[in-house]
């Protein structure tokens, strides 16, 4: 039987890249800092919560209540880790971001402060340390295609040949409407099960805030992401 093959190769780069702070939805700010003994101690991780809401961050402290995305997956969301290293007369911050895999994608200028008071000192410091961030101008971009500078894109590529799916479950139905830059999928219910977005490819979606795709295979989509660190491949008709 003839199949239609669907390579996808991503020349010098991929969809699975490094990504940077405007490809992360959410930070999760920990209750309370390594180097502290006590929750929230000098109010140090409320102030940090706040100060990234107001750079334009959704964010979350550890303890609250978390979206369903992200409490699915923990990979949509960086970490925000305050390191001290303060000497005798003078208290100094600094904040890094750190990614689900414990990777660095971002560190601030360290913030200072001379002011005696322990709470006024740490509170001025990573208010300080906070400039580096407010420089972003973050504006959450789901990561899409990334090139370099040689140009690298998403090649699809149709052969004769036989597909195989590598895990066979039965095919589900479900129905596209229309977004701004793609398509929400919806079951019967009807529930999201992805948000996708466009690409330059025909049939060739990237699945937002996934790490991964789908795309046409005959009539049946073939959706390929991965889900808590697991490559999952799920077949489904859509109907547009």
Known sequence: MKKTTIILLMITTSI????KVENYKYIIVPNKFD?????????????????????????FLADEVLPNDLAENRCLALTAVLTDASSLFTTKNSITLKDCSNKEVFS?????SKIKNYKKAYREAIRNSFKSIKALKYNYTPTLIQKND??????VEKTIDNFVITNKISV???????????????DANPKIIFKILKTSVKDVFVIEDENGIIYK???????EYYKKGIKTIEKYQVKF
């Open 217 to 223: 295979n005959n009539d049946i989509w073939i959706a």
């Open 150 to 155: 040689n140009q690298s894109k998403l090649v």
């Open 35 to 59: 180097f502290f003994k006590t929750v929230d101690q000098y109010q140090t991780s409320s102030l940090t919560k706040f100060l990234f809401k107001k750079h334009g961050f959704t964010v």
């Open 16 to 19: 699975f890249a490094q990504k």
């Open 172 to 186: 589900i139905n479900l129905y596209a409407q229309p977004t701004k830059n793609g398509f929400q999928l919806v």
């Open 108 to 112: 601030s200028k360290e913030g200072r």
